[in-house]
């Protein structure tokens, strides 16, 4: 086992879950804080903006932040930067797939999408005002220069070709085909499980006497929850009911989207939910007691109802 200070982070004797209110909280305060108020100007698009971020969400990206800070013990007033900062590319990544060009959705998280809400010039102006602020918000936190350029560099790449655009780009390219499981998983990879892995990495970074066993562990997991979330994902387009999953049922097949149940079956999506579970929950033997936050997220990822 590698050697890890305990978190510092409130009520530790807790189960995860009794904290999640806490840091959503934490993440709310701190994405209030960095947003353009509604009544700047240009209002219109500040209000947009806002609404992409506060229209919902589940905000498993941040508290992925938090929960790993608790593994490393790493105080939760530093995370509050890295939370918002990749919450904010989450929403800029929302208000481009739903436009006409990307997946043409007209509902999100229960309600209008962004282009629907205002238009769709608004819509893609405050996607790309969230996406400059998110790298604001990393430049700003209270980490030495080195660290907070290493925090740049691995959320650019997890948005930009190699990262989240390119699995988009492989997903759109995908419509009407048959992708081989891996070529599946590596789409997915790319597409949502980059922003899942930055979310895990960064915080590593802010611990730069983090044993090499750990931030390979660490790593390792991040890549496998990544993936599952996404079949998840799937398997709610295709199983899910509208009205829980916020967005219309079934659009994936509409789409003739290349997804893994579509392609497999939902046992088989299901199962390698399951696999992708262990293999995860393995990742993370190294951390030992610590990671109990990151298992509890693992399988609520897997096990989530929308
Ligand atoms: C130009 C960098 C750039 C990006 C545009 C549109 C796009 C490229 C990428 C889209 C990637 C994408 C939307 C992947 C899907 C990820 C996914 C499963 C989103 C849903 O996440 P949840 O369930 O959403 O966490 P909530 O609503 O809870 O926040």
Known sequence: MCNIAPGASPN?????????DHYLARTARKLDAVLPSADERPERLHDAMRYAVFNGGKRV????????GECLGIDEALLDGPAAAIELIHAFSLVHDDLPAMDDDDLRRGKPTVHRQYDEATAILAADALQPLAFSVLADIEAPPDVRVRLVRLLADACGSIGMTGGQAIDLASEGRTLSAPDLEH??????????HASV?????????????????LDRFARTVGVAFQIRDDILDIEGETEVIGKPAGSDAGLRKATYPGQFGIV?????????????FRELAPLDGHAESLRWLARYIVERAF
């Open 268 to 280: 088989d999506a299901r199962r390698r939910c399951d696999e992708l579970l262990a293999d995860a």
């Open 12 to 20: 530790r004797t807790v189960s995860f879950h009794r904290r999640i």
């Open 61 to 68: 990206r941040p508290l992925l932040v938090y929960a790993t």
């Open 201 to 217: 990495v960064s915080v590593g970074l802010l611990k730069p006497d983090l044993p090499e066993d750990a931030a390979n562990a």
């Open 187 to 196: 789409m997915y990879a790319l597409k949502t499980g980059a922003l899942i």
